[in-house]
T-cell receptor, first 109, second 112 residues
């Protein structure tokens, strides 16, 4: 079983829509959780960390459910510039990071 | 420097030749990772350095791949006798323990 699993999509949504991505992880001892964004032919960049209590950054909301071992990312009022691949990242004990394969989002005018 | 620096940004090499890819992590970051990403694919873990500990080499795909990190800073990934399937973007990332990490812009390797 993979350490981190994501629905690859693609998700094609109109501008202004709300879209949510989920990611599941297999190791219940996982310690830290992140969402990264990767634009085409660019390196991944940290979008936001995910905290147990959930956290929000503008139009982006991240949630962690430890009991079910999944994290989510909600994007409200989608912009064209949100089009990218969103990567779920989990850090286990020992400081090893595991990446999901990414979920592709295209926001359509 | 302010970010993770990788060189060269692009490398075209002939099949069978050796290549060296360099990564300069963010100063003070104790952890350094190498990943590769083939076109349209996810990130594939290669190797991980943490401080002075023995590196985690579990992701290296074959014995043609090796990496070292000198003085806890700069890292070099070496691919010997390159094959066409080695063509990919090689990404280096560094982190301060426990935090998310920062990627370099990668080296695009093309084996012809």
């Amino acid at each position: 079983r993979k350490e981190v699993e994501q629905d690859p999509g693609p998700f094609n949504v109109p501008e202004g829509a709300t879209v949510a991505f989920n990611c599941t992880y297999s190791n219940s001892a996982s310690q830290s959780f992140f969402w990264y964004r990767q634009d085409c032919r660019k390196e991944p960049k940290l979008l936001m960390s995910v905290y147990s209590s959930g956290n929000e950054d503008g139009r982006f909301t991240a949630q962690l459910n430890r009991a079910s071992q999944y994290i989510s990312l909600l994007i409200r009022d989608s912009k064209l510039s949100d089009s990218a691949t969103y990567l779920c990242v989990v850090r286990n004990t020992g400081n090893q990071f595991y990446f999901g394969t990414g979920t592709s989002l295209t926001v359509i005018p | 420097g302010a970010g993770v620096s990788q060189s060269p940004s692009n490398k075209v090499t002939e099949k069978g030749k050796d290549v060296e890819l360099r990564c300069d992590p963010i100063s003070g970051h104790t952890a350094l990772y190498w990943y590769r990403q083939s076109l349209g694919q996810g990130l594939e873990f290669l190797i991980y350095f943490q401080g002075n500990s023995a590196p985690d080499k579990s992701g290296l795909p074959s014995d043609r791949f090796s990496a070292e990190r000198t003085g806890g800073s700069v890292s070099t990934l070496t691919i010997q006798r390159t094959q066409q399937e080695d063509s990919a973007v090689y990404l280096c990332a560094s982190s301060w323990t426990g935090n998310g990490y920062t990627f370099g812009s990668g080296t695009r390797l093309t084996v012809v």
